[in-house]
Nanobody
Framework: QVQLAESGGGSVQPGGSLRLSCAAS????????IGWFRQAPGKEREGVSC???????TYVDSVKGRFTISRDIAGNTVYLQMNNLKPEDTAVYYC????????????????WGQGTQVTVSS
């Protein structure tokens, strides 16, 4: 059974940092593109970052220079390091997996985690 499990969310002040983890099971991470998405109440899910099978990386413009995605093949885990967090980063963050393409588009992803809450406030 394919499972993705996010962890590492929490509450932080503006300018603070969090590191999210996405642990994969039943899925060989080396053969999948892994994406991070986020969704705030009343808003559409948006892509944040993804890392491909050859470690190609993309970020949405709003997080460039602040977020870093990385992959640990041996540990079958993908990370999202989030620095200089802003209130507008507040959302539930999801990791997702696809074998079809290297695109940061919700419709391209087949497997999803349960989400982890990130709250940035004073």
């Amino acid at each position: 059974q394919v499972q993705l499990a996010e962890s590492g969310g929490g509450s932080v002040q503006p300018g603070g940092s969090l590191r999210l983890s996405c642990a994969a099971s039943g899925l060989p991470l080396a053969y999948y593109t892994i994406g991070w998405f986020r969704q705030a109440p009343g808003k559409e899910r948006e892509g944040v970052s993804c890392i491909g099978t050859a470690s190609g990386i993309t970020y949405v413009d709003s997080v460039k220079g602040r977020f870093t995605i990385s992959r640990d093949i041996a540990g079958n885990t993908v990370y999202l390091q989030m620095n200089n967090l802003k209130p507008e980063d507040t959302a539930v963050y999801y990791c997702a997996a696809t074998r079809r393409a290297f695109y940061l588009r919700v419709a391209e992803y087949d497997y999803w985690g349960q989400g982890t809450q990130v709250t940035v406030s004073s």
